[in-house]
């Protein structure tokens, strides 16, 4: 959805922090040194060359820093957005990093309400904190409540203490007979676990080459104890939303989720993400790369501007607006909320849970591959049609929270792309007439999207872009903004469970979670729409169902409707809906305007007597089980009494205070 980058692995491991490097001990472990066990030795594939196989202290070592991850969650129920789904456990796996943090896959922590964490060398269970989430990157920074417990014991207890099982007895005769090198040999190993345990596992600063071999590690389903499949790389691209990523064809089930993958040296070189249903071996892992950017922006307090976490911050008042600015980065780019300052946090909507950075950043445009030599010529290209570059088709304006700098803010135009724009170039990286950028400098034969040298930077950021205006060549310089779009895409980042309810219809803000909570029941295709930029505080308001009661007799059958008017009036989100309803209050009836999506000519009126809904509100919400007409965020402020929240738990009082 997304569009954007790439850029050769030496600038990457210039740009990211130094990474720990492998001690010699680790370095001379393969793939299947990560795995422990079966002492076999791993002969990667086209090649003559053989691996040693790992030691028990390397096997343990690296063991020693994969936690697996028991997570109780209570999932919103976008169908009805009043109530939340049952609770409900799973499992998925985590790895140690430098500062005593635990690496996890968003997925496997979101939504969750306790998170426990066993190292796989323990029986022992410890609570976990979720400090910093980007669900857009599916990755999440959790921290250990009892660190000194967690971290100060690395092996599990003895089955008994006062009565040793025939194992033990025999590995203590064992290491009697051996002498004191077996003894120095076992401190070495404990010693090492206790050091990992303190830095982590090593990542990988490039990306993996084709055919490399990798192994994943991690607690799937099928047992509770720990597991490895080995395969190799079969393809560096990026998701749809133009992050990379890596296929792999080791198996990756779930349970894996949030586990690392090794390389031959032992090195972390991404994280198990997904796997794709319906493949023959074809799993999805997130590269280190994306990691570090990840890192980076949570060691620097980045979060989400208030306006990518919802719409409705558009309306924040000059003042909320202003701190929002004052309080984030140097480039102004994100709003840092203190978790102490509640004043903060409640002017904002969505702001709940842990920290989130900010999403991934974009150009704001969509482009036109240009294999036409006609087209080429056209847009004063005077190649013989075997140059690069791709048209720009359509752009949208940045985000009102971000600030450009003095000179861009003199000439905007300047600094942005306009349509019929040729994108020659990102960062002096040349951009082929397909769309796609070499991978890197030294692998210039593997080609990747260009959205990949744009994803790699974070929002805020500015990005040089080579282009030809009306037969001119110049060069801009554009700052990235994040992708919104008029459909919300994820759960608890930019896409919340809202509603109104009136005369037992339900009106809700359409998101992708909304439409896949309705996907099996029918629902039309929003595709159409779905991708189109946000713009402000602008919304799409859908009538999901209706709530069958006397009042709404005609109307039982209504839903999925997209809602263009009430009273003749359309809302532009959630809280002008409730405006006008309230508003209605003074008029006999309450008139809703609905259509189908791609039927726009075929217009639905629903129309209900607004003493009828006043006297069916209490009646509905108490047959239903809702608490309120409304969800709190939809509630306008302006109308809401500080400290007082019956207008949102009755409709009735409020229609009646406009009748006065």
């Known amino acids: 959805m997304s569009d954007d980058g790439n850029e050769s692995d030496a600038d990457i491991a210039e740009e990211t922090p130094p990474l720990p490097a492998p001690d010699a001990g680790e370095a001379d472990g393969s793939a299947a040194a990560v795995a422990g066990g079966g ?11 053989v691996t040693r196989a790992p030691s028990k202290a390397q096997t343990k070592m690296v063991h020693s820093c994969i936690v697996k991850l028991i997570v109780q ?5 976008y169908a009805e957005p009043w109530r939340t789904r049952t609770q409900s456990s799973s499992s998925g796996t985590g790895f140690l990093v430098s500062g005593h943090r635990i690496i996890t896959n968003a997925h496997v922590v979101r939504n969750c ?12 269970m ?51 007979d051996a002498g004191p090198a077996a003894a120095s040999a076992k401190d070495d190993a404990a010693s090492a676990s206790a050091t990992a345990l303190a830095s982590g596992l090593p990542l990988c600063p490039i990306l993996p080459r084709l055919d490399e071999n990798v192994t994943c590690v991690g607690f799937p389903r099928g047992g509770q104890q720990i597991s490895v499949t ?3 790389v079969s393809r560096v691209d990026v998701n749809s939303h133009g992050v990379l990523r890596i296929q792999i064809d080791a198996a990756i089930n779930p349970g894996n989720s949030g586990g690392p993958v090794f390389d031959e040296a032992g090195r972390v070189i991404g994280i198990a993400s997904a796997h794709l249903r319906g493949g023959s071996n074809i799993g999805y892992i997130i590269p280190t790369e994306v990691l570090s950017h990840f890192m980076q922006m949570t060691e620097n307090g980045l979060e989400a501007s208030p306006l990518e976490r919802s719409a409705l911050n558009a ?6 607006a202003e701190m929002a600015t004052t309080n984030g980065s140097a480039e102004h780019t994100s709003m840092e909320i203190d978790g102490k300052d509640t004043n903060s946090k409640k002017c904002v909507v969505g702001v709940t849970g842990p920290r989130m950075v ?13 294999e036409s030599k006609a087209l080429r010529k056209r847009l004063g290209l005077k190649d013989e049609g075997d140059g690069g570059g791709v048209r720009v088709t359509g752009v949208w304006s940045p985000s009102p929270l971000i600030d450009l700098d003095a000179e861009a803010a003199a000439d905007p135009k300047a600094s942005s792309l306009r349509v019929d724009d040729v994108l020659l170039s990102i960062d002096g990286i040349e951009v082929g007439q397909d769309g796609t950028i070499p991978l890197s400098s030294d692998r210039p034969y593997e080609r990747i999207s260009k959205s990949y040298l744009i994803t790699r930077h974070r929002v805020g950021k500015s990005v040089d872009l080579g282009i030809i205006r009306d037969g001119e060549e110049m060069t801009l310089q554009v700052p990235l903004r994040a992708n919104r779009y008029l459909c919300p895409v994820y759960d608890q980042f930019d896409a919340h469970p809202s509603y109104v309810i009136c005369g037992g219809c339900i009106f809700v803000p359409m998101s992708w979670p909304w439409i896949s909570a309705h996907r099996k029941k029918g629902i039309p295709s929003y595709n159409a729409m779905s991708s189109d930029p946000a713009n402000g505080d602008e919304q799409v308001i859908v009538l999901s169902k209706v709530l069958a009661d006397e009042v709404n007799v005609g109307y039982h059958h209504k839903q999925y409707l997209i809602l263009r008017s009430v009273n003749g009036t359309k809302p532009s989100n959630m809280r002008d809906l409730v405006r006008l309803i309230i508003k209605g209050g003074k008029l006999p009836n ?7 999506v791609n039927q726009e000519y075929c217009e639905q009126l629903i129309c209900l007597d607004v003493n009828e809904v006043k006297e069916a509100e209490e009646r509905i919400l108490k047959q239903h089980m809702v608490a309120s007409w409304c969800s709190a965020e939809c509630f306008p402020p302006e109308l809401k009494k500080d400290d007082d929240d019956s207008e949102i738990k009755t409709m009735v009082s409020m229609l009646e205070k406009c009748n006065m």
């Open 315 to 320: 309306e924040i008042d000059k003042e909320s």
């Open 590 to 596: 309450l008139e809703f305007r609905c259509y189908m």
């Open 39 to 49: 002492g076999r030795a791993k002969k990667r594939r086209g090649s003559g060359s």
């Open 73 to 77: 969650r209570v999932e919103a129920n």
């Open 230 to 232: 080995r395969g190799v």
């Open 126 to 176: 410890f609570s976990c904190t979720v400090e910093w989430v980007s669900i857009p990157l599916d990755l999440a920074v959790l921290s250990v409540n009892d660190e000194a417990a967690f971290f100060g014991s690395t092996t599990s207890a003895s089955t008994s203490k006062d009565a040793p099982s025939d194992e033990a007895a025999t590995n203590a005769g064992e290491e009697a």
């Open 113 to 124: 309400t306790h998170v426990r964490a066993r190292k796989s060398l323990s029986p022992v």
């Open 358 to 370: 900010p999403g991934i950043a974009g150009l704001g445009a969509n482009t036109q591959t240009l």
